[in-house]
């Protein structure tokens, strides 16, 4: 079945380490998202990719990094220079064309750093 | 620069009675697209209803429908004869067509009762 597909559902990383989550989807979308949520703060955008090799900042960048080698992938690693990474990550993706179709998304990745 | 925001941190509804769940954007771009998903307790993001920038009627879905002002900058969702299942986060996004930048609201928490 198409869709995207999230891993790990939960991740336990120490503090100072990077970790990569990954996102991968079958869904031949061109655009491809991560998204942080917090409690009370709802969904803000990390980073976005419009195409392959290319990719530009959201609104909270700082302190994470993202590469899109692949269409079908679009990983995230959360490094040391950022300060709060536990959060909930969701990764999502959609067609480039207009403003009119709607987003598909992961299951989400919980990171808790300890 | 755009922006997504939901005043309403949480609502109550009885079952069956209908609820309106607010929203308002800034954008400086004619075209736009409006988007309403449904987050559950599980994490997962459901697409419920579109609306775009240049559209004459207001969006219908089912029992959901969206008051699409563009005037005001407001879209708020209508969800009708509320069910228990709809208890859930509910965010509001919208996608600009110059960047394809995705930006969510933070987010209403909806309750029903029985």
């Known amino acids: 079945d198409g869709g995207i597909t999230q891993s790990p559902k939960y991740l336990f990383r120490k503090e100072g380490q990077n970790v990569t989550l990954s996102c991968e989807q079958n869904?031949?979308?061109?655009?491809m998202y991560w998204y942080r949520q917090d409690p009370g703060q709802g969904l803000r955008l990390i980073y976005y990719?419009?195409?392959?090799?290319?990719?530009q900042k959201g609104d909270i960048a700082e302190g994470y990094s993202v590469s899109r080698e692949k269409k079908e992938s679009f990983p995230l690693t959360v490094t040391s220079a950022q300060k709060n990474p536990t959060a909930f990550y969701l990764c999502?993706?959609?067609?480039?064309?207009?403003?009119?179709?709607?987003?598909?998304f992961g299951q989400g990745t919980r990171l808790t750093v300890v | 620069a755009q922006k997504i925001t939901q005043t309403q941190p949480g609502m109550f509804v009885q079952e069956k009675e209908a609820v309106t769940l607010d929203c308002t954007y800034d954008?400086?771009?004619?075209?736009?697209?409006l988007f309403w998903y449904k987050q559950p307790s599980s994490g997962e993001m459901i697409f419920l209803i579109y609306?775009?920038?240049?559209?004459?009627q207001n969006a219908t879905e089912g029992r959901y429908s969206l008051n699409f002002q563009k005037a005001r900058k407001s879209a708020n969702l209508v969800i009708s004869a509320s069910q228990l299942g709809d208890s859930a986060m509910y965010f509001c996004?919208?996608?600009?067509?110059?960047?394809?930048?995705?930006?969510f609201g933070t987010g209403t928490r909806l309750q029903v009762f029985p």
């Open positions: 996004a919208m996608r600009v067509v110059n960047t394809d930048k995705l930006i």
């Open positions: 954008t400086s771009d004619p075209s736009y697209g």
């Open positions: 999502a993706s959609s067609i480039l064309q207009g403003v009119n179709t709607e987003a598909f």
């Open positions: 869904l031949n979308h061109d655009a």
């Open positions: 990719s419009q195409i392959v090799n290319d990719f």
């Open positions: 609306q775009g920038s240049y559209d004459q």
